[in-house]
């Protein structure tokens, strides 16, 4: 694979943006880490970084995410805007204005529902995560690659394989980790910081989610609900969910595992896994996607709406 146009348009470039999608995860928030740093260190330009909602705390080791903004000037231009681990522009959210509005822009993703809406596409449904594709595209340019780039990359590949343990992780994923060791990353540290960092609130939070589960389909399938007054309850925070539909999933029976979250009164979000099952075709039914394993979807109804909805299309779509 062939990165040349990459090079050519950051160097042509003075005002760069970076952003990833709406309440951004490990790989996004890591690759968003590792590109700052390699862009400075190959070109030395200081691109912005602009976070849209909630930086959990557990990330917040990463070089440089703390010269992320959360506040935008819709009135930007931006020479060059750069999207990381976004599967489709809608996860931008309002931020899309300036993406809309760049003189040019680069797509990375590893999403297989992606539409390549950039200028230049560099989507990789291959790969375990955006980090790995951003490793590709260092190693084929010769760019650099620092101590704190790696640090952006590891975390990237750790999170998004489940700390090696999702059906992503490939040979190319071990040898990716391999090269990252090699320039000096600390696994145990960058472990410890992503998985080791959980509030008491936090930990309670998911106790009770789990505790409501419900089971249907002869406990092939099994969901939680989490309504605005559980998270006020906890003191929850946007990433308090994260890892519970794979908790779900996990349990032996299960195939399916979904989580339903009130956005409000009128709208669900859906994150949705499987063992089995294709529940990105799943999620296409309700405009959503992502991996065959992983995806998701929002749902402008409210969370019984959404669920009866979900369940029925399940039944229908899923292997099992």
């Not at 348009?9 to 952003?19: G, Y």
């Not at 939070?205 to 007054?229: E, L, R």
Request: aromatic share 10%; proline share 2%; net charge neutral.
């Amino acid at each position: 694979m062939k990165f040349n146009q990459l090079e050519e348009f950051i160097k042509n470039s003075k005002k760069i943006l970076i952003m990833s999608h709406i309440n951004p995860d490990g790989d996004a928030l890591g690759s968003t880490s590792s590109m700052y740093t390699t862009i400075y260190d190959n070109f030395k330009k200081k691109p912005d970084i602009l976070i849209i909602g909630h930086l959990p705390n557990n990330y917040k080791f990463l070089p440089n995410i703390d010269k992320g903004v959360f506040n935008f000037n819709s009135s930007m231009v931006y020479d060059l805007v750069i999207t990381l681990d976004v599967a489709s522009l809608d996860r931008l959210s309002n931020a899309k204005i300036l993406f809309d509005k760049a003189i040019k822009t680069i797509n990375i993703d590893h999403h297989k529902t992606n539409n390549k809406f950039g200028d230049i596409n560099v989507v990789c449904p291959e790969a375990s995560s955006t980090g790995e594709v951003l490793l590709e595209i260092y190693n084929e340019q010769n760019w650099t690659i620092s101590l704190d780039s790696a640090i952006g990359l590891y975390s990237a590949i750790l999170t998004d394989t489940g700390g090696f343990r999702y059906e992503n992780t490939s040979e190319n994923v071990f040898k990716s980790a391999a090269q990252l060791v090699k320039i000096g990353i600390n696994p145990n540290e960058i472990y410890k910081n992503c998985y080791e960092r959980k509030s008491k609130n936090f930990v309670m939070f998911q106790n009770y989610c789990i505790n409501k589960a419900v089971f249907v389909n002869n406990d092939k399938t099994v969901y939680s609900t989490v309504y605005k007054k559980d998270l006020e309850k906890f003191h929850a925070e946007e990433d308090f969910t994260e890892g519970l539909v794979e908790a779900l999933r996990a349990i032996e029976t299960t195939d399916i595992s979904f989580l339903a979250k009130e956005i409000d009164s009128k709208t669900t979000k859906i994150s949705m896994r499987s063992k089995k099952s294709d529940v990105a075709v799943i999620c296409s039914e309700f405009g959503g996607g992502g991996h065959t394993f992983a995806a998701g979807c929002t749902i402008k109804t409210n969370i019984e709406g959404a669920v009866k909805r979900i369940l029925k299309t399940i039944e229908e779509k899923s292997n099992g």
